[in-house]
């Protein structure tokens, strides 16, 4: 079981099938986004009180693996 498997669900009948916090409609690629544009995790539970600081950190830890497991993206491209 991944560490993030707790708080990090996908399923087809939810977002289409985007991985999302688990319970909720709020997908990782929008938590990414949002502390992109420069939100802190504290902003996020503010803005969404139904996540947790361990859903956050889940967030990460699910785009670790998932970029750990994607091809490199050719620079000369």
Same mark, same amino acid.
């Given at each position: &079981?991944?560490?993030? @498997?707790? !708080? %990090?669900?996908?399923? !087809?009948?939810? &977002? =289409?099938? $985007? *991985? /999302? %916090? $688990?319970?909720?409609?709020?997908? /990782?690629?929008? %938590? =990414?986004?949002? =502390?992109?544009?420069?939100?802190?995790p504290q902003?996020?539970?503010?803005?969404? *009180? !139904?996540?947790? @600081?361990?859903?956050? @950190?889940a967030v990460? =830890?699910y785009a +670790? #693996? /998932?970029?750990?497991? #994607?091809? &490199? %993206?050719? @620079? +000369?491209?």
């Amino acid at each position: &079981m991944n560490a993030y @498997s707790q !708080h %990090i669900v996908a399923d !087809h009948r939810v &977002m =289409l099938g $985007k *991985p /999302v %916090i $688990k319970g909720t409609r709020i997908t /990782v690629e929008l %938590i =990414l986004r949002k =502390l992109a544009q420069g939100a802190t995790p504290q902003d996020l539970i503010q803005m969404y *009180p !139904h996540i947790t @600081s361990e859903d956050i @950190s889940a967030v990460f =830890l699910y785009a +670790a #693996e /998932v970029l750990a497991n #994607e091809e &490199m %993206i050719d @620079s +000369a491209a």
